[in-house]
């Protein structure tokens, strides 16, 4: 059978049409931003079935720039087709205008429909609502998904020099010439978001940048360690037990039971079979707490979860078949457990194909910004298995040369962008305690002009979306921030 992996990505934002996901979490790599959250998808089905009922002048219609493919190299004036949807529903011309940036995903309808805070934003400030697809991702596609050919365009650096003049073809098309300008963005976006402002300080007035990993790093350890402190102690201790135990019967030969008790895809023969099954039973649970009653409907919580496994007589059983209800929910039927299968699945090199963002920010975190949520730490439930050079070496077999050994280049990014030593101003970042994502962002700033906060029970990009009336008092906080922030700089 045909395993499409899991994807990767940190989206908080929802990923809507492309992405069939289907092994569920278990490669998320990147922000685990684990690729194109499940639950965003359910949800954007529903988006979708609204758009269809509804009158299609309420629909925003898909628009498309001309933009330069390679911005930094003179003899090259290529072009490509960006993406963008635009909301005027609340512009009188003088208001900000709000720009969604695009994250690791294509875009969808929602995004300037109130799936995210900004339409409650813009109803304030009578502000124009844009969002705009990230180069590589999508429809806006800048060649095949291969190392000789569209790769190499896939960079932060294209993508933010892309969101400048992008932002210049807006002023133009709709006569803005004196607005003020605020970028939005959540997760990797988020850092986008930030770097706009600290790259382009003459194009945006102010940024929010919520759940922004803006510190780049190979090992990301700390991934595990806070789903551990997030799930608690008990459980988590659960989870490690289930751990050992798979470890254990796998170690003894059993591995026809465990793939058996799993659901496995296909049978686990070798040390990378092993990894990619493990790493395939860490991703439900850390799933479910990056998106810790967000404000999105989800397939649990964390309560739940502990509570539903842990109280049963067998948790290993129980956890085997809570699995699978997340596998069936991710829109596979099998647990997978084949490293080549997986390289094969990544290896796919339509733009517009079933795993094309996957493979895009799979793409970057090994050029540019490594993430890799290993178990190297020991404090943490899942499986050592899940190696540091594990990661690595999925660069080189899924791009090749079979010769060349990726690094990221993660000095360069920190030192470009500053990393948690962000000289910017008139910027809010927000970030969830709850949120593994929260330990690569700024949480704790001193200067007046970035303000940060973290929201104690937070999940990843809580505060980007709409409000609800459950919401913490520190969320609200969060977007009071941002409003107060979008209050100064229009007055100005
Ligand atoms: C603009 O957003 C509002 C909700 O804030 C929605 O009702 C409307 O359909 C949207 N319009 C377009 C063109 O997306
Ligand atoms: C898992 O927990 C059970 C029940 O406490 C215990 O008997 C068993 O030894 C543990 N297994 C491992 C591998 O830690
Ligand atoms: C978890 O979800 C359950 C069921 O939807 C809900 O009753 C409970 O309040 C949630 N737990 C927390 C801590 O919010
Ligand atoms: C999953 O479905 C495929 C066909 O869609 C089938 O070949 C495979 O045996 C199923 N796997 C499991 C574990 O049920
Ligand atoms: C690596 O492999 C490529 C062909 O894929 C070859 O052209 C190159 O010389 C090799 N480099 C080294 C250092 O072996
Ligand atoms: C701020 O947080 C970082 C980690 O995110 C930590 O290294 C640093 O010591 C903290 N600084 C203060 C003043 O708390």
Redesign the pocket.
């Known amino acids: 059978m045909k395993i499409i992996l899991a994807v990767i990505l940190l989206i908080c934002i929802n990923n809507t049409f492309a992405f069939r996901l289907n092994q569920h979490s278990s490669l998320n790599k990147g922000l685990k931003y684990r690729g194109v959250d499940i639950k965003e998808e359910l949800e954007s089905l529903k988006f979708d079935r609204l758009f269809t009922d509804s009158s299609s002048s309420s629909t925003p219609q898909s628009q498309w720039f001309t933009q330069q493919l390679d911005h930094f190299d003179p003899l090259n004036d290529n072009t490509f087709q960006q993406q963008f949807l635009v909301n005027d529903t609340y512009w009188d011309q003088n208001g900000p205008i709000f720009i969604l940036l695009g994250g690791e995903g294509p875009i969808a309808p929602s995004y300037v429909q109130g799936h995210f805070i900004l339409n409650t934003y813009a109803e304030k400030f009578n502000a124009l609502i844009v969002a705009v697809e990230h180069r590589g991702y999508g429809q806006s596609v800048v060649g095949d998904l291969d190392i000789n050919s569209g790769l190499k365009y896939i960079t932060v650096e294209q993508a933010l020099a892309d969101y400048a003049t992008f932002r210049q073809y807006i002023v133009e098309k709709y006569s803005a010439y004196n607005n003020k300008w605020v970028s939005f963005g959540g997760s990797y976006s988020g850092s986008l978001s930030a770097w706009f402002r600290l790259k382009y300080p003459q194009l945006i007035d102010a940024a929010i940048a919520t759940s922004a990993p803006v510190q780049a790093q190979l090992d990301f350890s700390e991934y595990f360690e806070v789903v551990s402190r997030s799930l608690g102690p008990e459980c988590s201790a659960m989870f490690k037990?289930i751990t050992?135990?798979v470890t254990?019967m796998i170690q003894q030969g059993q591995n026809q039971q465990v793939e058996e008790l799993f659901q496995a895809c296909d049978p686990i023969e070798s040390e990378l079979d092993f990894a990619t099954f493990m790493e395939s039973l860490s991703g439900g649970p850390s799933e479910i707490v990056q998106y810790n009653n967000d404000n999105k409907a989800t397939f649990t919580n964390i309560t739940t979860m502990c509570t539903q496994i842990g109280q049963s007589s067998n948790p290993l059983e129980a956890f085997a078949e809570w699995n699978q209800q997340f596998n069936i929910y991710s829109g596979s039927n099998c647990t997978t457990s084949s490293y080549q299968s997986f390289i094969q699945s990544m290896q796919e090199t339509d733009p517009l194909g079933d795993n094309a963002a996957a493979i895009a920010w799979t793409w970057q975190t090994c050029i540019e910004f490594g993430y890799y949520q290993d178990g190297e730490s020991p404090n943490q439930p899942f499986s050592s298995a899940i190696t540091l050079d594990y990661f690595v070496q999925q660069c080189t077999d899924i791009f090749g040369p079979s010769n060349f050994t990726y690094q990221p280049a993660i000095n360069w990014i920190n030192t470009e962008y500053g990393a948690r030593n962000l000289q910017t101003s008139n910027i809010v970042m927000a970030n969830g305690f709850v949120d593994p994502w929260s330990s690569l962002g700024i949480i704790n700033s001193t200067d007046p002009s970035i303000q940060t906060i973290l929201i104690p029970t937070g999940a990843h990009c809580s505060d980007l979306y709409a409000p609800l009336p459950t919401d913490s008092a520190a969320l609200q906080q969060a977007r009071s921030m941002a409003v107060n922030l979008i209050s100064q700089i229009v007055s100005q």
């Open positions: 037990n050992n135990t254990e």
